[in-house]
């Protein structure tokens, strides 16, 4: 599956810093190509990182190497956006060296990050927008993961929108987006606006526990409290969790799509049979109390 990789992102044109050189010397490149850190090389081999915190209030006589940051968090070229704003997130930091073949070459900034990233937000609701579930559906099934989609259809949104207008049928769907955010766990669930007033999910949860969650879903809308004159609902359908079988590299592309797309043909069974929740090349689930 392509991704969206940081090096794509990433700046090419290098500034370095020998471990040899001074403080003084680095604090003049920072200054002069207003940056605010130096990958220290040694020839072409990467030792560290030298940032303006690491420098502040350091003798400008000092070697780098001896106030440089020595372990240093790196990115391949073909690094996920996503995987990059987790790696950012968990260590807290601001910038990422790209690195092929061991040689340094590139930097991704956590605001060239998050620029490219808001591409593929949602602006309505907030959520990642479809391709992010397709990325990360394929790279749990990459980790041999079992995993379950679960597709949520808002019930006739478009006779809705019209009678109610544009402005408050956009404020139905982020009301949506809100009750359904409200029933993902971080790390276990990942939800997304898939197209127009239809929303999916990727989940780890077994097949039960996937089960329990579309029905949960789907009742959540139906129990929250409307400030408009219609009723919102949801047809949901689900797919996979339940598989056994080793899935080829080759395949795994062709069985996160299947899966998705077996979700969706579930929801629209599930809505013109006038059921809650369907699972695909199946029956209705039961009820959960």
């Not at 502040?56 to 001896?66: D, F, H, I, L």
């Not at 910038?95 to 591409?119: F, P, Q, S």
Request: charged share 30%; aromatic share 6%.
């Amino acid at each position: 599956m392509k991704s969206i990789a940081a090096g794509g992102i990433m700046t090419r044109e290098l500034v370095t810093i020998s471990p040899m050189e001074t403080v003084g010397r680095a604090a003049s490149l920072m200054a002069e190509f207003r940056i605010g850190s130096l990958p220290v090389l040694e020839g072409e081999r990467l030792v560290g990182i030298l940032t303006s915190r690491d420098i502040r209030g350091v003798a400008p006589n000092r070697p780098v190497g001896e106030v440089m940051t020595k372990n240093v968090i790196t990115i391949s070229l073909d690094c996920s956006l996503w995987d990059a704003k987790e790696k950012m997130e968990r260590y807290k930091i601001e910038r990422l060296l790209v690195v092929d073949k061991g040689r340094c070459v590139g930097i991704v900034t956590k605001m060239a990050l998050y620029w490219e990233l808001g591409k593929h937000i949602d602006p309505l609701t907030g959520l990642m927008r479809a391709e992010y579930l397709q990325r990360k559906a394929y790279e749990l099934v990459q980790q041999g993961k079992e995993i379950a989609v679960i597709f949520l259809d808002i019930d006739n949104f478009g006779e809705i929108d019209k009678k109610l207008g544009h402005v408050v049928g956009d404020a139905i769907l982020k009301k949506v987006a809100q009750v359904f955010k409200r029933m993902v766990k971080e790390d276990l669930d990942y939800l997304c606006r898939y197209a127009g007033d239809e929303f999916a999910v990727v989940t780890k949860r077994n097949f039960e526990e996937a089960s329990k969650l579309a029905w949960d879903m789907v009742l959540a809308l139906e129990r929250e409290k409307w400030h408009y004159d219609a009723e919102i609902t949801a047809s949901a359908g689900l797919a996979g969790g339940r598989r056994r079988t080793v899935r080829s590299e080759n395949r795994i592309t062709h069985s996160v799509a299947d899966l998705i797309n077996m979700a969706s043909l579930a929801s629209t069974a599930a809505k013109k049979r006038g059921e809650k929740v369907v699972v695909a090349e199946s029956h209705s689930l039961k009820e959960y109390d």
